[in-house]
């Protein structure tokens, strides 16, 4: 069984390629694949963010209310989760969907519709992301990458859980390269 851990930016396009990627390889290899999207929050990840949409650089306000929504986006991602891994991650690829394909705003209104969407409970859901325990589950993930070596999203962790002595770290993760290392092994 292959475990993968992708850590992600929640709002980049390319992650969001990459999380298709790793559904596409799931669906495709003759093994069981247990994988996880884990949101990196650093400085890398709002400045990338900030080139993806346009946004200046040098501007703080900018910089903060870029800061300050991937943040949330992650919480209501950990939140999420709560009510099960297929729901957190279908609420997060339907997030993603909204802000980066549709270019929509976040909002309110756009976190009740999309939880709508991904069937989570509402009430339980609002709770929860602004929750202890979804700060919690925030900071283990970023301590994980920090474990890991991980400083960039669109990276992935894969562990062989019948070779556990070591797992491969993906620089730029995409479906060829998860395919070649697996079938190198």
Known sequence: MLEIHLFINPLGMRCFRCENDVLRVDHELNTKINYQFVPLFNMQTITDTM???GLSSCDLKVRQHVADTIFQ???D????LFQGRKRGRCYLLRLQD????GQADYSQQLVEQVAQQAK????????DRRSKLAHQAFQEDQQMAAELGVTQTATAVVFDTDQTDYGYLIADF???TLIQAFREN
């Open 77 to 80: 991602y950990k939140a999420a």
């Open 120 to 127: 989570l409970d509402l009430e339980m859901f609002m709770e």
């Open 51 to 53: 080139r993806l949409y």
């Open 73 to 75: 986006v992650i919480l």
């Open 98 to 101: 909204a802000m980066v394909r």
């Open 174 to 176: 995409d479906y060829e």
